[in-house]
């Protein structure tokens, strides 16, 4: 939006035209220096992306109108869409000059995140709510293949996962998962960035996590799990499978929760809803079907990734 706010400004000044742009629903875009709503105005629609705006103008300014319009909505597509052609040929592994990626993604320099955005809804829905939220920000959000994603430099990269989950959540009633990896300062951090998200939405489908807002350096359990060998993965299995198979979802829940809460104990009680010494019991009862403790860091330890490799079993098999 800072390209395009820049642009405006200097087109009203090149051309003495004052004018005022405004969103269908009342906001302000850009509105010239000393320009003053009159009863001797005309009103022109003017499409930028998937949005529309009006041109506020004098009808002394009435010739102008035409080509003004060209001119804003000509500039918005080069701004926007050659960003996201950049972006586009980035991840399609293509040969994009440096010069051209700082040029466009102004953002770049001070380091930028990338988030990879998938929804249960519809994907153009959603991505007029992630818009909306950012109207006033330097932000790209684009369609890539089937996913949203959303590039910009974000202070606080969890809360602003958070808020693209929830708004998604309660505007369009649908389930939405947000992933991110490490910040971007080059096209090679952006293409990182991305396969980082990937992978987290992948290893999020692999074993059930709960979560729905993913922080790649956060799956660190996950990563291991996957990357071990199917020999090691077997010993495991052969030492739990059937423990777990037992163990009804009642005991899963209760499993997957005092994982998630780091093994606090009143932590995981409050998720579950449940006494601490309800939870006491079920942990004493899982360590005596498996012999494990899992409140002791070290047996909770091969405990988690004995779990992790019995879901991704079951993952695959359901």
Do not use: P
């Amino acid at each position: 939006m800072k390209d395009i706010m820049n642009f405006l400004q200097d087109l009203s000044k090149n051309t003495g035209i004052k004018f005022r742009l405004i969103t269908e629903d009342g906001a302000i875009i850009f509105s010239s220096e000393s320009f003053k709503e009159n009863s001797d105005m005309i009103y022109i629609s003017v499409n930028m992306g998937s949005e529309k705006a009006r041109i506020h103008l004098e009808k002394k300014f009435r010739e102008c109108a035409s080509i003004l319009k060209y001119t804003i909505e000509d500039k918005y597509r080069d701004i926007y869409f050659k960003k996201e052609r950049i972006i586009s040929d980035i991840l399609d592994g293509k040969d994009v000059s440096d010069e051209m990626v700082h040029k466009s993604i102004s953002f770049l320099d001070s380091g930028c995140n990338l988030f990879l955005v998938k929804t249960k809804g519809n994907i153009h829905e959603s991505i007029d709510v992630i818009k909306e939220i950012y109207r006033k920000y330097d932000v790209i959000t684009m369609i890539y293949h089937d996913d949203i994603i959303v590039i910009g430099n974000f202070d606080e990269i969890k809360e602003h996962a958070k808020a693209i989950k929830e708004t998604i959540n309660s505007n369009l009633f649908c389930k939405c998962y947000v992933s991110y990896g490490n910040i971007a300062h080059n096209k090679y951090g952006i293409e990182r960035a991305f396969h980082e998200s990937q992978q987290s939405m992948m290893l999020s489908e692999k074993f059930s996590v709960r979560e729905e807002v993913l922080d790649y350096n956060k799956l660190l359990f996950e990563k291991i799990v996957y990357s071990l060998e199917s020999k090691l993965k077997q010993e495991f299995l052969n030492k739990f499978e059937a423990k777990f198979n037992d163990f009804d979802s009642e005991m899963i829940s209760t499993i997957d929760e005092f994982i998630n809460c780091g093994l606090n104990t009143s932590d995981a009680a409050r998720k579950l809803y449940v006494h601490r010494n309800t939870l006491i019991y079920r942990l004493d009862k899982i360590k005596k079907e498996t012999g494990f403790d899992i409140r002791n860091f070290r047996e909770a330890t091969v405990f988690t990734i004995s779990f992790l490799v019995w879901r991704e079993k079951n993952k695959q098999t359901n």
